[in-house]
Every structure is written in structure tokens, then in C-alpha cells.
Nanobody, 122 residues
Framework: QGQLLESGGRFVQAGESLRLSCTSSGRSFSGQAVGWFRQVPGKEREYVAATAWDGRGRYYADFVQGRFTISRTDANNTVHLQMDSLTVDDTAAYYC???????????????WGPGTQVTVSS
């Protein structure tokens, strides 16, 4: 069983940027679509962005509105989420996972990692 590990989250001011990273130990992202999700206490985890297995397809939730960019580097088994123009509504714990893609759905496949906390202050 591999383990996912997210990093890069921290406290920032509204309007600032963050770059989140996701690595997988023991399991390769190669050939897998990978997505980012986020969750706030008391709410369900929601999809944020996904990259197709070859990196050519990139998909975003409507609320992203051009502010985030997902990318992947299979050579070092890493997926990034560049987040710009952050707002207080982006405050959440962010998680990555391999995903199954179909019919507009992004279904997580592996066991979740610990996530990384992003807190945006006004």
C-alpha cells in the first residue's frame, strides 16, 4: 500500500498564492489521473482539480474560475496545485488522490493522506 503526502499549505492573506505538492510513496502516479480535493469541517470533501494520466487534460471545479493550475511531474511522482488569488472561501484542508474519471466525475481510488491545511485570512 502506498501513502499519499500533501504539503505546502499554510496561513496566507487574501489575494496571495500558494503551491501545494502531492507525492506518493510506494505507488506511482504514472498512468493515473490525479486529483485535488478539499474539505472544511462539517462539510463533505469536494473536488477541486484533476489532471489526466498524461498531463494533457486538466479539469477544474467551477469555483476555481481560472485561479488554480494543476500540474504533474511523473519523473518524481509529484502533482502540484498552484493557487493564485486566494480568498477566505479557499480555506480548507487539501488532499490529493489518484482518481477514476468519467461522466464529469472524479472518484478517488486510494487511501487518503493526511492533507495540508490552507488558511486564508482577509
Amino acid at each position: 500500500q502506498g501513502q499519499l503526502l500533501e504539503s505546502g499549505g499554510r496561513f496566507v492573506q487574501a489575494g496571495e498564492s500558494l503551491r501545494l505538492s502531492c507525492t506518493s510513496s510506494g505507488r506511482s502516479f504514472s498512468g493515473q489521473a490525479v486529483g485535488w480535493f478539499r474539505q472544511v469541517p462539517g462539510k463533505e470533501r469536494e473536488y477541486v482539480a484533476a489532471t489526466a494520466w498524461d498531463g494533457r487534460g486538466r479539469y477544474y471545479a467551477d469555483f476555481v474560475q481560472g485561479r488554480f493550475t494543476i500540474s504533474r511531474t511523473d519523473a518524481n511522482n509529484t502533482v502540484h496545485l498552484q493557487m493564485d488569488s486566494l480568498t477566505v472561501d479557499d480555506t480548507a484542508a487539501y488532499y490529493c488522490n489518484a482518481v477514476l474519471m468519467g461522466s464529469g466525475q472524479f472518484v478517488p481510488r486510494w487511501q487518503w493522506g493526511p492533507g495540508t491545511q490552507v488558511t486564508v485570512s482577509s
